[in-house]
Each structure stands twice: as C-alpha cells, then as structure tokens.
Nanobody, 114 residues
C-alpha cells in the first residue's frame, strides 16, 4: 500500500512563497505519476500540477507562479508556490500512481490572507 505524507502548508500573506512536500513510501512498483490537487470549500477537487516521467502539467490559474519538481531518489514531489493569492486558499492533496492519481495523501491546508 502506497503511503503519501504531505508537509508544508500553513498561513501566509498574499504575495508570499511556500513549498509543499510529499513523500511516497511502500510502493512495489514504479511511481511514474505524482502531482498536487486542491479543494477549496464548496468547490470540487481540482488539478494544480503534475509531473509524469519528467513532464509537467499545470492548471492555468497557477502557470508562471507554481513549479513542480521531484526527487526520484527520495520519491518526493515538491510544489513551489510563489506570488500566492487569496484564491489559492485550499486543502492541497498529493497524488501518486503508475500513470495517474491512484493514491492520495491526507491533505494539507494552505490559507492565504489578503
């Protein structure tokens, strides 16, 4: 069973930067896909950024502000978030799998005050 442990959320002011981390463990297969999703109150969970075998994908709302990277040796994915906005406030979830989001983390809260 794959376990995903997220860290790095918190309360920041608009314009600040923050980095989320997610470490995967317990996998018996190659984790090719890792990514971040978020869910704000009253909204559906939405994709933020993914990285699959080095290829990245971003939601339009975060392009140019967020970057995603991965340390393959540590099976850890990072989400660097810059120029944070109030609308980035949400619970951020890490996801991982062979080629899609098969496993999910417990979520970490990010609150951006304006």
């Amino acid at each position: 069973q794959v376990q995903l442990v997220e860290s790095g959320g918190g309360l920041v002011q608009a314009g600040a930067s923050l980095r989320l981390s997610c470490a995967a463990s317990g996998s018996r297969f190659s984790i090719n896909y890792m990514g971040w999703y978020r869910q704000a109150p009253g909204n559906q969970r939405e994709l933020v950024a993914t990285i699959t075998m080095g290829r990245t994908n971003f939601a339009d709302s975060v392009k140019g502000r967020f970057t995603i990277s991965r340390d393959n040796a540590k099976n850890t994915v990072y989400l660097q978030m810059n120029s944070l906005k109030a609308e980035d406030t949400a619970v951020y979830y890490c996801a991982a799998g062979r080629f899609g989001p098969d496993y999910w983390g417990q979520g970490t809260q990010l609150t951006v005050s304006s």
